[in-house]
Nanobody
Framework: QVQLQESGPGLVKPSQTLSLTCTVSGDSIRTNSMYWNWIRQPPGKGLEWIGYIGYSGVTYYSPALKNRTSISRDTSKNEFTLHMNSVTSEDTAVYYC???????????WGQGTQVTVSS
């Protein structure tokens, strides 16, 4: 059973960089056809997909966020990390990591972590 757990600071100041890590258990992030995603939900809004890092290390980002977003991984720790720079209050949201098996779809999700951007 795959389990994901987000971790990182709950409060980030405007213009700084938000970094969140997702630790995966029950599967390797190098498993073929697996894609590891970051998704967020701002208050009062729907889910917004941010990007993924695939089993081979390939990354892909939402066009709306790609200029200030990157996702990296540490295969020795079986975890992947979201970095988003130049944050504003618009980046306040609950951030989720989630697995996706191609072509089946999304699988396990983390419980989510609240990130607030405020001075």
């Amino acid at each position: 059973q795959v389990q994901l757990q987000e971790s990182g600071p709950g409060l980030v100041k405007p213009s700084q960089t938000l970094s969140l890590t997702c630790t995966v258990s029950g599967d390797s992030i190098r498993t073929n056809s697996m894609y590891w995603n970051w998704i967020r939900q701002p208050p009062g809004k729907g889910l917004e997909w941010i990007g993924y890092i695939g089993y081979s290390g390939v990354t892909y980002y939402s066009p709306a966020l790609k200029n200030r977003t990157s996702i990296s991984r540490d295969t020795s720790k079986n975890e992947f990390t979201l970095h988003m720079n130049s944050v504003t209050s618009e980046d306040t949201a609950v951030y989720y990591c989630a697995s996706l098996l191609w072509p089946s779809g999304f699988g396990a999700w983390g419980q989510g972590t609240q990130v607030t951007v405020s001075s």
